[in-house]
């Protein structure tokens, strides 16, 4: 089958089944409370859905510690209730992908329980073990502050484990051939049922070598290779979006230089300069993030995001930088975590400034890439710091000003509801911003459904265009002899910019704006001057009158009389 790149152009929903929508009252989001929930993000527009893991699980690490690949945890559901979800997006238009966590599983999978009675058992080899602890089992651990080591001794199997993250989730041995041929058939699985691809959790370490006597790991990139295959073989659209924050210069081994390997990733690497950009309003270091990853197959895309359900990672930023950004949006040390991140949900890091919100959301639907939107954040919604570690930002949904948000009815939800300050539920809900067209979910609404009628953001080549004040920011997309253009100020203050670009012949010197009514007209020296708002943004199509005639949501008329015609 040929590739259908659906994923080029499409905005993409993360949610958790526990705290998005509870059906059955018990305190816990469920399929069947998802399913009711199917015609809102229809209205909002998000193309696909990207669900956190949902398979039984002990839930010590939210459901990130799976117990059995092939299921669903009773709490959410049945299979047959994740099917009905499926065919519900399919009826709608809207794709599914689920988080594929195939590094590690939990202490209380039946493949472990096997693995730690012998070292005969058939699993045994399915995890890495060692005789002693390893020297060097304090290096490579992920959450500092919280965890130790990345060895812990099993006392049944009289050995050492290794797991790359908590030590109830030992790390599978990815380069066991069994255990490969194990991820291709739960994949195969999942895809029968109805998804269109995975997020595949912390790629860098599932494909790298594993062992007491690895010092630097050794990536093993025709893993991707080979799973990218078995997807086409399968399903010919189904794609994977890759977790892998590294550097720009290995972009093109997880991608592949034929656009083999890994059809999306997340680019880590321009998420944490964009949060040094607005915290220091100086666009230059998002230009060059941008530039650094600009390399990439021509089917491959980014996943571009604001936040995520992990914390803020600003492992990239030199320390000023990153110091810089704690100082903006994270100053107390509650709201940091592992040494490197923050772990605030965006509208309260933000001030709750809905200019710097807008701002922040047109930045991410412009950037290059497909648009990842974290559930919650089209209503503004606020974060918990009562709550450990990542916790925090992962408080249900808030649906109206019933008790617990309508979350659910159960007087026990699976997670405290913010029901005070600002952010509380019966200041912040989907209800409310339903009726006032000015609000945040209205407005996210538009935004999405102009992202997805510039088609030149996800297919098209761009350009950061050179201007003299360093808080604005122009990026211009050319594709199929169409072109967009983009502006942000990233400043409180207003800003009076002149600037030129390459127009084609006949255009008119007519900047188009797709926003609002204030067009722009090059001067005859062929210059637009625009003047942007505190934490402004324009997008702009490149057209003139010609093009104008062809579109029925533009006067037409008012554009003839601007331009000197009749």
Not at 306 to 312: I, W
Not at 498 to 522: M, V
Not at 528 to 544: D, K, M, N, Q, S
């Amino acid at each position: 089958m040929i590739d259908d790149l659906w994923y080029k152009n499409g905005v993409i929903y993360c949610l958790s089944v526990a705290t998005y929508m509870d059906a059955n009252g018990d305190g816990v989001g469920d399929f069947k409370g998802l399913l009711r929930r199917l015609d809102y993000l229809h209205g909002l527009g998000i193309t696909a859905i990207w669900l956190m893991p949902f398979q039984p699980s002990p839930h010590r690490d939210d459901g990130y510690d799976i117990s059995d690949y092939y299921g669903v945890d009773p709490r959410y559901g049945t299979l047959g209730d994740f099917v009905e979800f499926t065919h519900g997006c399919k009826q709608r238009g809207i794709r599914v992908i689920i988080d594929l966590v195939v590094n590690h599983t939990s202490d209380q999978h039946p493949w472990f329980k096997d693995a730690r009675t012998s070292k005969e058992a058939h699993h045994r080899d399915w995890y890495v073990w060692s005789d002693k602890k390893p020297a060097n089992a304090s290096k490579g651990v992920v959450f500092p502050g919280v965890q130790k080591s990345t060895w812990t001794r099993d006392k049944e199997a009289g050995a050492w484990y290794f797991h790359r993250f908590y030590d109830f989730q030992p790390d599978l041995n990815t380069s066991n051939p069994r255990v490969q041929a194990e991820l291709l058939k739960i994949m195969g699985f999942w895809i029968q049922l109805g998804v269109s691809g995975f997020r595949m959790d912390a790629v860098p370490f599932v494909i790298g070598t594993k062992g007491s006597k690895v010092k630097t790991p050794t990536e093993q990139y025709n893993m991707l290779r080979s799973f990218r295959e078995f997807l086409q073989w399968r399903e010919g659209d189904a794609i994977i979006l890759a977790e892998a924050n590294v550097l720009p210069k290995t972009d093109m081994e997880y991608f592949g230089r034929d656009g083999d390997r890994m059809h999306m990733m997340f680019n880590f690497h321009v998420n944490q300069h964009l949060f040094y950009a607005l915290a220091s309003g100086d666009s230059r270091a998002l230009a060059k993030a941008l530039k650094a990853t600009k390399p990439r197959p021509a089917s491959a895309q980014w996943g571009m995001f604001l936040r995520n359900h992990d914390e803020l990672d600003l492992g990239r930023l030199t320390k000023a930088q990153r110091d810089l950004v704690f100082r903006c949006f994270g100053p107390d040390k509650d709201m940091q975590l592992y040494d490197r991140g923050i772990r605030r949900r965006l509208a309260p890091m933000l001030g709750g400034d809905r200019r710097r919100l807008e701002l922040v959301y047109s930045l991410m639907c412009t950037l290059p890439g497909t648009p990842v939107i974290r559930y919650g954040d089209e209503i503004a919604m606020g974060d918990d710091l009562s709550l450990p570690e990542r916790n925090c930002a992962r408080t249900p949904m808030q649906w109206s000003t019933e008790p617990h948000g309508g979350f659910t009815d159960s007087n026990k939800p699976v997670s405290p509801v913010i029901d005070e300050g600002p952010y509380g539920y019966e200041h912040v809900n989907v209800a409310k911003q339903r009726r006032d067209p000015n609000s945040m979910l209205n407005w996210t609404e538009r935004i999405i459904r102009m992202r997805k009628e510039v088609p030149e953001v996800g297919w098209g080549d761009f350009d950061v265009i050179a201007v003299q004040d360093p808080a604005v920011f122009i990026i211009r997309y050319d594709w199929r002899n169409n072109s967009v253009l983009f502006i942000h100020n990233l400043d409180d203050k207003p800003r009076e910019i002149a600037f030129s670009t390459k127009l084609p012949e006949g255009h008119g010197g007519l900047l188009i704006n797709l926003l609002a009514e204030d067009h722009s007209r090059a001067d005859k020296r062929g210059q637009h001057r625009v003047v942007l708002e505190p934490y402004g943004y324009r997008w702009y199509r490149v057209g003139g009158l010609d093009y104008l005639l062809k579109r029925s949501d533009i006067d037409t008329k008012a554009m003839r009389k601007n331009a000197g015609g009749r």
